[in-house]
């Protein structure tokens, strides 16, 4: 079983190239944000400042509504383990006791942040990936052909084996300009 969902999360991730399948980390139709070097004249958040970083959090959400005339939103971000980990724990400021993570929470009603590790490296040049998206399946679904499914234990020589099966496809962006991209963070 756990093989199985493995398997199917790498699937959401990245589909499969062999069957022409594509994941949620590699739409080919999907908006691109350019993030802005910082003070530090790096794009990545180990080197931003906390505005710095939620004018990234911002602009990507701002990209997607403006770019649809109002009529898109983006209400899901995924983060690599590590930049949600940073802005989780990193204060607003130095006299404040709200995080960056809460600040934005906070100021955008409706938007989750969640972290997963399928976004460290997805990028272009493998640098990590973050990735917006309204998540509801008007705009975007995984499809599922057959739900895991295990078989009665059979007897194999002394042992046991037990058949299992599933079937399952790639991501489908109905809209693709709904999903955004925003590399080297």
Request: proline residues 4%; hydrophobic residues 35%.
């Amino acid at each position: 079983r756990r093989k199985w969902e493995e398997k199917v999360d790498e699937l959401i991730a990245f589909g499969d190239s062999d069957l022409d399948l594509v994941g949620l980390l590699n739409q080919p139709n999907a908006l691109g944000y350019t993030l802005p070097n910082g003070v530090s004249t790096h794009a990545d958040w180990a080197r931003k400042t906390p505005d710095e970083i939620l004018k990234d959090l911002n602009g990507m959400r701002a990209k997607v509504y403006t770019t649809s005339k109002g009529v898109f939103q983006v209400n899901t971000i995924l983060l690599p383990l590590a930049q949600h980990t940073h802005i989780s724990t990193t204060a607003r400021s130095e006299s404040s006791d709200v995080t960056i993570l809460e600040f934005f929470l906070k100021n955008n009603p409706g938007v989750s942040v969640k972290p997963w590790f399928r976004c460290t490296g997805a990028g272009v040049g493998n640098t990590d990936r973050m990735v917006g998206y309204n998540d509801s399946d008007e705009f975007l679904e995984f499809y599922v052909s057959m739900e895991f499914e295990q078989l009665p234990v059979q007897e194999k020589g002394i042992g046991f084996e037990v058949n299992c099966m599933g079937g399952a496809g790639g991501v489908v962006a109905y809209y693709p300009t709904t999903l955004i991209y925003g590399d080297g963070i």
